[in-house]
């Protein structure tokens, strides 16, 4: 089992830039994947980005359209989301999940990660 705790929410412009951290307890983070999700109010939670276990494998939404990058150091325990060109679109709960399945690609489906944490809020202004 792993406990997350997510912070780096807050309130930013459109255009702005802002970096979620997940931060992981557990000696086997390095043997997750780990995902970051978003959830807007009246919205279903959605997948944002992924990367892999081993040899950090990324993968994205397609709304993430190149402006988000998502990361991972091992020996900190901690997980990234830097995003910028901030959209009010984007305005969530962002959430992070740990998929213990060793994928070498991470998954998008909601099903498959095991463990979250209780998310950061993410609001963007127009």
């Known amino acids: 089992q792993v406990q997350l705790v997510e912070s780096g929410g807050g309130l930013v412009q459109a255009g702005g830039s802002l970096r979620l951290s997940c931060a992981a307890s557990?000696?086997?983070?390095?043997?997750?994947?780990m995902g970051w999700f978003r959830q807007a109010p009246g919205k279903e939670r959605e997948f944002v980005a992924g990367?892999?276990?081993?040899?950090?494998?990324?993968r994205y939404a397609d709304f993430v359209k190149g402006r988000f990058t998502i990361s991972r150091d091992n020996a900190k325990n901690t997980v990234y989301l830097q995003m910028n060109s901030l959209e009010p679109e984007d305005t969530a709960v962002y959430y992070c999940a740990a998929d213990p399945t060793l994928r070498t690609i991470a998954t998008m489906r909601r099903e498959d990660y095991s463990n979250w944490g209780q998310g950061t809020q993410v609001s963007v202004s127009s």
């Open positions: 557990g000696r086997t983070f390095s043997s997750y994947a």
């Open positions: 990367i892999s276990w081993i040899i950090s494998n990324t």
